[in-house]
């Protein structure tokens, strides 16, 4: 639906997220009924069709020490050894749900369901840019520097955006993400 | 190619235009000028196309020195420049105009005919404060080219700004419609007195005052757009504003209409505000009216 919707005159921005799209657009061009008549439209004539062939991007993470600074929490948490915890993590595909809340930050779905902890209790202020990181369930990286309450369990050196590019993410809603462990995981 | 050299940024004086738009579902929201409504006065008082690039001032502002003849206009909040405001101005060569702390809300905008060329980033030259999207706050010493894009004749009505200005700068009611979530909530919204929080910025407008409960019921993280007002669960409102996260997980009991997105770059830290709930079709007719005056400029 956010592909279909991309660059109609008065549609301002789409939101996708996990079961929905917001569509922001501008009162001055468009009314309620027109919109609903465009998305209804879209949705009758794209439903059936196929996603694009999804694009594998394999994302280089160094675990622990300096670079994952919740490790050892989340192995506490999920009773597994910071090497099964890093083994699990590694060893699953994930899927790009959407990329929302701040800017180009990619929220991946298939965290293996062991590995969920909860978020922390008071978000750091500073998370450090190429994060990776748990919240919940969910798995993400921090593209930018942020501030930030997920579990830190270590980082990539993969630019994950290039305002050159068009468009900027590296990683994009469909896409499918594997974290590829490198260098040695310190604890 | 003429330009303007900062002799002093003041608080935070950023380059804006009305900002960059189709970026969301990449989790870009649009930032741009936080009072829209005078970015684009400013623009079209110069004889530029309204979302021509500005500097948006907060509440103080900075000192700017002008190295050829131009137009300017100031729009928005008063910041004592001793200059005429909402009309266009005529500078010198070598002037400096020396803005100071603002005399009502939050923001100035300073508009120059020919609109400042400054780099764009995903088709705009917003600076998003939080992420550096767009560049960063002017320093001093930072110069900037001055474009020639204007399209048409300064205008130069009697100074000042218009009664609905005035009289929305004084007034802390903003108007409502009701948000996706609004059946989980009482009025407390509209019975609460609120003040704004000194921890509000750009991203959002935090506000302080009695607790709303906080709602039952399990929300899954939706899109949410400019103005709306979020209640997390220590029951404290946030009004999403212009660098506003693009998707969110707490509940919405009301979106700030269209109409009056100016007034919430205009609130300062301590101003009071409360709400008022309108129709759809009211906020589309107030929206309606405010374009009518702003093309009453051109």
Not at chain 2, 203 to 210: F, N, V
Request: aromatic residues 8%; proline residues 8%; glycine residues 12%.
């Amino acid at each position: 639906m956010t592909r279909c919707l991309v660059g109609v005159r008065g549609i301002l921005n789409l939101h996708p997220a996990y079961t929905s799209v917001l569509v922001d657009f501008d009162p001055r061009r468009l009314t309620h009924s027109m919109v609903e008549a465009l998305v209804r439209e879209q949705w009758a004539a794209h439903r059936d069709e196929a996603a694009p062939q999804p694009r594998v991007i394999e994302v280089p993470v160094r675990y622990g020490g300096e670079f994952g600074p919740d490790l050892p929490d989340v192995a506490r948490h999920t009773g597994l050894s910071v090497e099964r915890v890093i083994e699990l993590h590694s060893g699953a595909d994930y899927l790009v749900y959407f990329v929302g809340f701040s800017t180009f930050f990619p929220y991946l779905g298939g965290l293996p369901p062991e590995l969920a902890t909860p978020r922390l209790s008071a978000p750091r202020k500073h998370v450090p840019l190429g994060s990776v990181a748990i919240g919940g369930a969910q798995a993400g990286i921090y593209p930018l520097a942020s501030p930030g309450g997920w579990r830190l369990i270590g980082r990539t050196p993969l630019p994950l955006f290039d305002l050159n590019n068009e468009p900027p993410p590296l990683l994009r809603m469909g896409d499918h993400v594997r974290f590829v462990p490198i260098g040695e995981a310190s604890v | 190619m003429s330009g303007l050299r900062v002799i002093s940024p003041g608080f935070l004086t950023t380059v804006q235009d009305l900002g960059r738009f189709g970026w969301a579902h990449f989790g870009v929201s649009a930032s741009g000028a936080a009072d829209a409504l005078a970015l684009r006065a400013g623009n079209l008082l110069v004889g530029n196309a309204e979302n021509a690039a500005a500097l948006e001032m907060t509440l103080l502002g900075g000192a700017f020195e002008f190295d050829a003849d131009t137009v300017i206009a100031l729009t928005g909040s008063d910041f004592g420049a001793g200059l005429p405001t909402w009309s266009a101005v005529d500078i010198k060569a070598g002037q400096t105009v020396r803005c100071g702390a603002t005399q009502s809300g939050a923001r100035c905008y300073l508009a120059v005919r020919g609109g400042i060329a400054a780099p764009q980033s995903m088709g705009s030259a917003s600076v998003h404060v939080m992420t550096g999207v767009g560049g960063r706050a002017l320093r001093k010493g930072d110069a900037l080219e001055i474009g020639n894009e204007a399209v048409r004749l300064p205008r130069r009505p009697a100074p000042g700004a218009p009664e609905f200005v005035r009289s929305g700068l004084r007034n802390g009611m903003l108007r409502v419609t009701a948000g996706p979530q609004a059946a989980w909530f009482q009025d407390e919204l509209y019975t609460g007195a609120w003040v704004v929080s000194e921890e509000s910025n750009r991203m959002g407008i935090r506000l302080r005052g009695p607790a709303i409960p906080s709602p039952s019921g399990h929300m899954i993280t939706e899109g949410v757009p400019l103005g709306a007002i979020q209640v997390p669960p220590d029951g404290q409102p946030i009004v999403l504003f212009v660098e506003h996260q693009t998707t969110g997980g707490y509940p919405k009991p009301a979106n700030v209409i269209s109409a009056d997105f100016w007034r919430l770059g205009q609130l300062r830290p301590r101003d009071d505000v409360q709400f008022e709930q309108v129709t759809m079709e009211d906020a589309i007719e107030l929206l309606r009216d405010q374009e009518q005056w702003l093309y009453s400029l051109v």
